[in-house]
RNA sequence: CGGGAAGUAGCUCAGCCUGGUAGAGUACUGCGUUCGGGACGCAGGGGCCGGAGGUUCGAAUCCUCUCUUCCCGACCA
């Protein structure tokens, strides 16, 4: 009987197994305040490695890294109507500067300590960066200005979940100035590019990269695009947006720039972001019924040794020669770094190690006992394929001389395995060839637990006929995802209006 | 922000209805026996029962307020 390392499966619940798999891979746990979260160092590992391999491709694409501040004055939201208004309802915001004693003696804000005007804890910084663009952009010279922050942004959420939507979230933002609408448009198709090339091959996470319809734009953009992910419970996870401003926030910001011919222009802009909802993205993309599965490139540890120690004086020589092999393990290459090797030296015993790696999501797990020292081997365990067909722990005692020049192409293995196995999910969840609207309400009615996705054809629509048609969506609990940029050509009716389609575009139900 | 549920040992929870010295499992510490699919025995340590106020001789238990979490909605670049 198979017996797999957490209580919550997916099949049975998958939102209690996603918050199982967080806890007991110590990704991250509660805060005590209101949708904030602690990461622990193996979540907050994996975000480094993200981190790391994201802002390598930001820089080679010509971008520089800054740093702007937390507080925005309140002001600075007032110049654009229609960006305030997406955001005005979630914003933290600061009023005073100091506390003071109160009359039972507990600390209380000091009434006397109000600020002239309040500061907004950023939930984007559009605005602020803005108006620096406005103060480095004079000539055609200056442009474009191409940057990119790491920050912590704030969005009072009115429903969280970890790593998913949290009020406070760490993020990358990327803004640019341009001074062509057509450069700006190529900026933020290149970024959509990144995107979901990075998904695609560090997270091994397939998505769909497309432009979102006009009523899922960023607040003031003229086009949003985004990469959509699926999750194992069908439903799509936002993984990453690029936006093109046009020039709403130059006009509003005043990023204004004399031409060859002496002319004032405004600049055309652009903002992009990923967050650490991407490590959401991965955990329901590649956990399983025993935790979390890191993808080797993001994995903070790639192979973990867990010594088989017993309290006997032969410890000694195992702890050695696990030694020995951390370090030629660490002198191994792939993907063009070394590989990192964990040697866990806890005092845990081993089985509990064994298991904790296994929901962590370790790529490679080995162990090393007397006798695989003995015999110069090791017992190695695959976290993708933990279990052979009869259900048992696949353990495989490999000669470790053979092993070894053999693990960066595992670990390449690896990561080529999850992405397969997470694209074959996407790809046949995809439905095509529905027609006709009575058709969608049916499909989702009889594949009530994990229907996935819709591609159907539509007349792009705007204004109040897509409010009416997002009705429609809304009662089936869907939305549009995106217009994938790869889509075929149409060759039908619009499935909401009959006419002839426009465009296809993704629907489905949404995280 | 509306509806529901919950907060008691590190963790999972019982106790609450019907007020009277704080419980279990697991984890932890020590000793012994074990050891390649989450071992077993014995002995220990660990709690202002989420917070504040109230009722009472007495509150984990009853009442009020508040904070936090989860589920369902609404909201959500």
Known sequence: MKKNALSITREDDF?????QVISEADLAE??????????????????????????????????????????IPLSYFAKEAEHVDGFAKEM?????????????????????????????????????????FARWVQSWRDLPVMINQWANVVRWEMRTRMFLRTSEFLWQEGHTAHASKAEAMEETLNILE????????????????????????????????????????????????????????????????????????????????TSTRMIGGV???????????????????????????????????????????????????AFDEAVRVKLDISGAKTQTKRWSWVKKGAP??????????????????RRDALYQDSGKLDTKFLAKDEFLPEIPALLE????????????????????????WSDVERF???????????????????????????????KLKLTFRNVPVDADAVDGNCIFSGKPADERIIIGKAY
């Open 15 to 19: 939102a209690g197994w996603y918050q």
């Open 30 to 71: 509660e805060s005590g305040v209101r949708g904030c979260m602690i990461m622990r160092p193996w979540g907050y590992g994996i975000w480094e490695r993200v981190q790391y391999l994201m802002d390598q491709r930001i820089k080679a694409t010509g971008h520089e890294n800054c740093y702007f501040p937390l507080f």
């Open 92 to 132: 933290a915001v600061v009023t005073h500067h100091r506390l003071t004693k109160g009359e039972d003696g507990g600390l209380i804000v000091d009434p006397e300590a109000k600020l002239e005007e309040p500061l907004v804890v950023r939930p984007t910084s559009e605005t602020v960066i803005g108006t620096a």
């Open 194 to 273: 990144m995107y979901r090339e990075f998904s695609e091959n560090v997270l091994a996470m397939p998505v769909v990269a497309g432009e979102k319809p006009e009523n899922e734009r960023f607040p003031g953009a003229d086009a949003t695009y985004s990469i959509e992910a699926m999750m194992q419970d069908g439903k799509a996870l936002q993984a990453g947006t690029s936006h093109f401003l046009g020039q709403t926030f130059s006009k509003a910001q005043n990023i204004r720039f004399q031409d060859k011919e002496g002319e004032f222009q405004f600049a055309y802009t652009t903002s992009w972001g």
């Open 283 to 333: 955990i329901m993309t590649h956990g399983d019924d025993d935790g979390m599965r890191v993808p080797p490139l993001i994995a903070p540890y790639q192979v973990v040794i867990v010594p088989m120690l017993r309290d006997k004086p032969e410890d000694e020589e195992v702890l050695d020669y696990c030694k020995a092999l951390a370090k030629e393990i660490a002198g191994l290459r």
């Open 364 to 381: 490679v797990i080995l162990e090393i006992g007397p006798r695989d020292m003995a015999e110069g081997k090791v017992a190695m365990i």
């Open 413 to 436: 293995e690896i990561q080529a395995a999850l992405h397969g196995e997470a694209k074959e999910r996407l790809d046949s969840n995809i439905t095509r060839g529905i027609e006709h």
């Open 444 to 474: 989702y009615k009889e594949n009530k637990k994990y229907p996935g996705w819709l591609e159907v054809q539509w007349c792009k629509a705007s204004g109040d006929e897509l409010e009416a048609i997002e009705e429609r969506l809304k």
